[in-house]
Nanobody
Framework: QVQLVESGGGLVQAGGSLRLSCAAS?????????LGWFRQAPGKERECVAT????????YYADSAKGRFTISRDNAKNTVYLQMNSLKPEDTAVYYCAADRTGRYSANYLGYDYWGQGTQVTVSS
């Protein structure tokens, strides 16, 4: 069982930045997993923000994230990051990291096998 733990969420003013981290606990090594960040706002469906394949060489960004967010991974630290800049109120949501044991970087949340508990990001106007 893979356990993922997110951190780094919080309250920030519009235009500010946050960096989310997601680490695997225990003996799990994430280096062979595809990883993704998803978010869900109240009353809305879960949506993909950014994903990265097992090698770190391929990434996907939702249109809403392009140019503002950067996904990266540090396999030595068993961690995936989401750097979020120029935050907007519409970025307010619970952010989840997810792991795909096939190593791919799908934007479809159904492709992921393991999920973290989520971290709240609130952007004030």
């Amino acid at each position: 069982q893979v356990q993922l733990v997110e951190s780094g969420g919080g309250l920030v003013q519009a235009g500010g930045s946050l960096r989310l981290s997601c680490a695997a606990s225990g003996r799990t090594l994430l280096r062979t997993y595809g990883l993704g960040w998803f978010r869900q706002a109240p009353g809305k469906e879960r949506e993909c923000v950014a994903t990265i394949d097992w090698s770190g060489g391929r990434t996907y960004y939702a249109d809403s994230a392009k140019g503002r967010f950067t996904i990266s991974r540090d396999n030595a630290k068993n961690t995936v990051y989401l750097q979020m800049n120029s935050l907007k109120p519409e970025d307010t949501a619970v952010y989840y990291c997810a792991a795909d044991r096939t190593g791919r970087y799908s934007a479809n949340y159904l492709g992921y096998d393991y999920w973290g508990q989520g971290t709240q990001v609130t952007v004030s106007s």
